[in-house]
């Protein structure tokens, strides 16, 4: 019986691959891998639905070189070995020239090593860490690595005249690199840093960790959530009865699904949110999955993706011609979320951050 | 051919995840030890051997230092531990694996958090410019078929009977004087060693590792590994690793044909992990292999 | 004062500790294995309120009641198809079973409603200060309920036929047996009675934070620390050990341990706090010291191994 069955798996896993080697002539394909599953679930389809707005403006146009575009979505699950996995199938077996991807660092870093190795161009529209710009040239980030973010984000506090801020950030590389930017930029203007506090993501409960920061009085807390946990965060925040102004990093995803009343008044910083792209794209997203973007990461995974088929369309489906056609692509594409123009490690540039103010359960530019 | 790549990569992960199910196999199914934290013990070996490698030091000499260590937090886990009942210890070990992972994601100054350790080197990479994945391979077969060697030596030594006997019959077993809790600790030590030894193949392999590499789902996945391919039973727990493998790659390629989306498919792929968990313990508890019954023929 | 509000905070997670450590504590004492999957009827019970509450837009006074049955009922269910099978395999057995049905729990509901947050319609409201701490009528209402659920569980264990049976159950299977009780009879009540509460304490998390699918799974550990300290089997207990590891939780974390230093003649003027991120290390580390220095619990009988 178990040599049946064992011979049914391999049996199994054998027509699964080979079937898949077949290439088909009429479409151009490429990889993407998001957490599909798994805590960061919300962000990583949000990602995918930027990228299938991006696939369909591609196609509508008459697709690169007459031939339909077609992305396979992997999941990384938010697991590191999903990652490997995933990266593993689209480039041995699938054979796709280009991969967007992923979200976490965790995940991202060991895919880019792979892809890296293999050269296939990776084009990261998420992950933070700087570890990242080690890698190699075959990763490019439409995300900003070093993370102006944070500095900009503590000047806005400062302008606005606090001088004693907390700062609360999730526990992992991107949370760790906004809490050491915006503390490092708000003591060098001379301000205080009362308590910082990096959550663990995945929880229902943050009361503690509110009332550590709030028991220090400060003037304005400097945050980047996560919006299951930003939810929570503000919601607990409310019911509690704390005070102090809060500026948000990347303030569309700390408020995508908050109760409007939790978060009215928050002030934050947004990557590139206005101009006549961002515009567009969220028309496009809305028209086709009849509602907003939840965060401004699938605002990112469609600038991936185009500059992933405008190389393509320049350069063919050689892999290194593809990587040297990036970066002059880059420097003419105009994004949803700004000028991408990468630096001599493929990262992007530029970022600029519009100031916002959320009131009345949306985003409003800041005057 | 690059799908040849894959099938390294496969097998590759596979060897890992063998050495990992042979080690609680021996905790599990020959002491029967309930080690529901054995992800710590991978991650201990895992990062002690990136940090000494990163640092200058020899290959095997990172590679023994992970075992070494693994086996160390093996002994202070279980010494306190050894006469509580299996299913306190299966709640100890959780709780003790999940304090190691948290204090390797916040403690920064040692393997720098939640950023994790970035370009662990590879062994003898530079004798092996191309067809790197090849000699990795084979290095991944000869550790796991060191594993099993080791295994079935320790099974059918008196060490290995006198284990199987404290399992089946504790109270017998102290009865005929065999310290007890000093045989648990044995296990639980030996174990703790060979996942060691897989976390530093890992760490090698991946040249990347974080604390989310070492979430408590690992230790599940392996428990279900062992289940399905026979408790106390060293083939059985390669089947088990090669059959969730199998599974797990397998489905990744079923969206392609079927239209479920990826998201779901993951749902569905760790469902069907569950169920096979249920019916197996329901109605084949003794797993694809069946442990040997020796039968001692009187000559 | 912020220990206040913690102090209060630990009550109120005590409350919801206590109600899903009860069923498990039950189950626990009366069939002898660790149930790995009870926290999942908390999840199932939340999130079938939410379909009931949001889909077929029923008010949440009564979609929560239905889904608490509901969830006892799948609770007898599942005892029936799966446990009662192995009512004479070891406890190890019915663990790793409890493990993989949890794991299926867990993915069905992932499938069915998505990984995402969800949460309940209701509106939020800012806490009442009193006495300078500040509690929302949610957590008033957590605090009411679970109060309630016990005392009208005492009343049962006390009271009632039922009660007695299940008490005579959990003290010896076999003597019950042999005294004529309907011991298969008193489990299923069990397993309902314990479903139904892990139900509400869900719902109850459910509408003070969000609903998520790994919810029951994230507080598992939590939960058993709580039934362990209390002594395993003992209803009180729980409630107890429920109580007090809520309150060790968030005291834990809010306390200036400098404060102690200070007493030497150190001083740390930002303080000595144990990090946020270690918060759930505080119940496993408390969880490990019960088992090694006192397995039997507060109300457990000592040296009971």
């Known amino acids: 019986m178990k040599n049946i069955f064992i011979a049914c798996l391999v049996f199994l896993t054998a027509f699964f691959l080979i079937g898949n080697v077949a290439v088909n002539a009429e479409t151009i394909r490429i990889g993407a891998i998001f957490p599909l599953t798994g805590g960061s679930a919300a962000e990583g389809q949000d990602e995918k639905m930027g990228a299938e707005v991006a696939m369909d403006e591609i196609n509508a146009a008459g697709g690169i070189f007459g031939r339909r575009l077609v992305i396979i979505f992997e999941d990384d699950e938010l697991r590191p070995v999903a990652g490997v996995d995933a990266v593993h199938k689209l480039i041995d077996v699938n054979k796709v020239p280009v991969i967007v991807g992923t979200f976490s660092s965790g995940v ?27 890698v190699g040239d075959y990763l490019f980030s439409v995300m900003g690595l070093d993370d102006l973010m944070g500095k900009e984000l503590a000047k806005f506090a400062w302008e606005r005249g606090h001088r004693k801020a907390a700062v609360l950030v999730p526990n992992n590389p991107f949370g760790i690199g906004v809490l050491e930017n915006v503390s490092k930029t708000f003591k060098e203007l001379g301000g205080t840093i009362t308590t910082s506090v990096a959550y663990e993501m995945g929880k229902i409960d943050y009361r503690a960790e509110l009332g550590r920061i709030f028991g220090k009085k ?39 699904v908050s109760v409007p009343k939790a978060v009215e008044g928050h002030l934050g910083l947004e990557p590139g949110y206005f101009g006549p792209q961002a515009e567009h794209f969220r028309k496009l997203f809305m028209k086709k999955h009849g509602r907003e973007p939840a965060t401004s990461f699938s605002a990112y995974a469609y600038d991936a ?63 | 051919m690059a799908i040849v790549n894959f099938f390294i990569h496969v097998i590759i992960m596979v060897g890992i995840y063998s050495i990992l199910s042979l080690s609680l196999n021996f905790q599990v199914g020959i002491s029967g030890l309930m080690n529901f934290g054995h992800v710590a013990y991978f991650a201990i070996g895992a990062y002690t051997s990136a940090l000494l490698t990163m640092a200058g030091c020899p290959f095997l000499l990172g590679l023994f ?45 040692l393997a720098e958090g939640p950023f994790g350790l970035r370009g662990i080197p590879r062994p003898l990479a530079s004798l ?7 000699f990795y391979l084979l ?46 600790i044995h296990g639980m030590v030996i174990g703790a060693i060979f996942a060691g030894l897989a976390g530093s193949l890992y760490a090698h392999y991946m040249t990347f590792i974080s604390p989310d590499h070492f979430m408590p789902i690992e230790t599940f996945l392996i428990w279900v590994m062992i289940v399905i391919g026979g408790r106390g039973n060293n083939i059985g727990a390669i089947i088990g690793a090669l059959t969730i493998e199998s599974l797990y790659i397998s489905t990744r390629f079923l969206k392609d044909y079927v239209g479920i989306p990826a998201d779901i498919l993951a749902s569905l792929r760790m469902f069907m992990i569950g169920f096979l968990l249920v019916i197996f313990i329901l109605y084949k508890p003794e797993g694809l292999v069946s442990e040997k019954r020796r039968s001692h023929k009187i000559k | 004062m912020i220990l206040t509000q913690s102090l209060v905070n630990g009550v109120i997670r005590g409350g919801e500790l206590a109600l899903l450590a009860i069923g498990l504590t ?69 663990m790793v079973l409890s493990i993989g049905l949890s794991i299926c729990f867990r993915s069905s509901i992932q499938s069915i409603w998505g990984a995402q947050i969800r949460g309940y319609p209701i509106d939020l409201f800012r806490g009442m200060e009193f006495l300078g701490i500040r509690i929302t009528p949610i957590q008033i209402t957590i605090l009411i309920v679970a109060l309630v659920c016990m005392l009208i569980f005492h009343l049962l264990l006390i009271k009632t036929r039922i009660g007695k049976a299940m008490r005579a159950t959990s003290d010896n299977l ?85 404060i102690l230093i200070n007493i030497v003649g150190i001083s740390r003027p930002e303080g000595i706090y144990i990090s946020p991120s270690y918060k759930p290390a505080i119940s496993f580390a408390i969880l490990i010291i019960i088992l090694l220095v006192r397995p039997g619990g507060i109300f457990g009988k000592r040296g009971d191994r």
């Open chain 1, 108 to 134: 991202t870093l060991p895919v880019a090593e792979y892809a890296q190795q293999q050269g296939v161009v990776v084009i990261n529209p998420a992950s933070t860490s700087p570890k990242l710009r080690e």
């Open chain 1, 218 to 256: 400060p003037q304005a807390l400097l945050y980047t959530a996560y919006g299951e946990e930003s939810k929570i965060i503000t919601k607990q925040a409310y019911e509690l009865g704390y005070k102090a102004e809060w500026f948000g990093a990347y303030l569309t995803m700390c408020t995508s």
């Open chain 1, 305 to 367: 993706v185009w500059l992933a088929a405008l190389s393509i369309g320049k350069a063919g489906l050689n892999r290194k011609a593809i990587k040297d056609a990036l970066p002059i692509v880059a420097k003419h594409y105009k994004g949803a979320t700004g000028d991408v123009t990468f630096d001599k490690d493929g990262q992007r540039a530029n970022q600029d951050y519009s100031k916002l103010k959320y009131t009345r359960g949306k985003v409003k530019p800041y005057k």
């Open chain 2, 65 to 109: 230092s992970g075992m070494a260590l693994a086996g160390l937090f093996g002994f202070i886990i279980s010494l306190p531990t050894a006469s509580l009942k299996a299913d306190y210890w299966a709640i100890v070990t959780i709780a003790a694996g999940e304090i190691i992972r948290l204090f390797f994601l916040n403690e920064q100054w």
């Open chain 2, 128 to 134: 092996f410019p191309e067809n790197y994945p090849i």
């Open chain 2, 139 to 184: 290095m991944a077969m000869f550790f796991m078929a060191f594993t099993y060697f080791i295994m079935e030596v320790l099974i059918r030594s008196p060490f290995g009977r006198a284990l199987k006997m404290i399992r089946e019959e504790e109270a017998l077993a102290s009865s005929m004087g065999k310290e007890v809790h000093l045989f648990k």
């Open chain 3, 26 to 94: 039950m189950i626990y004492g009366i069939l002898k294995f660790a149930n790995f999957s009870h926290t999942e009827f908390a999840t199932l019970g939340a999130y079938l309120a939410f379909m009931l509450t949001t889909t077929l837009r029923i008010n949440i006074f009564f979609s929560a009641p239905i889904a608490v049955m509901l969830t006892g009922l799948v609770a007898v269910i599942v005892d029936k198809l799966t446990f009662k099978k192995l009512r004479q395999a070891g406890s190890v057995s019915l």
């Open chain 3, 174 to 258: 076999i003597l019950a047996q042999a005294s004529g009780i309907n011991t298969d009879g008193v489990i299923m009540w069990v397993w309902f009675i314990g479903a139904s509460f892990a139900a509400i304490g869900g719902i109850l998390i459910g509408l003070e934070t969000q609903l998520r699918p790994n919810m029951g799974f994230a507080i598992l550990l939590p939960v058993f620390a709580t039934a362990i300290l209390g002594g395993i089997g003992s209803v009180y207990g729980a409630m107890m050990g429920g109580m007090i590891l809520g309150i060790v939780e968030n005291i834990g974390i809010s306390f200036d341990f400098g």
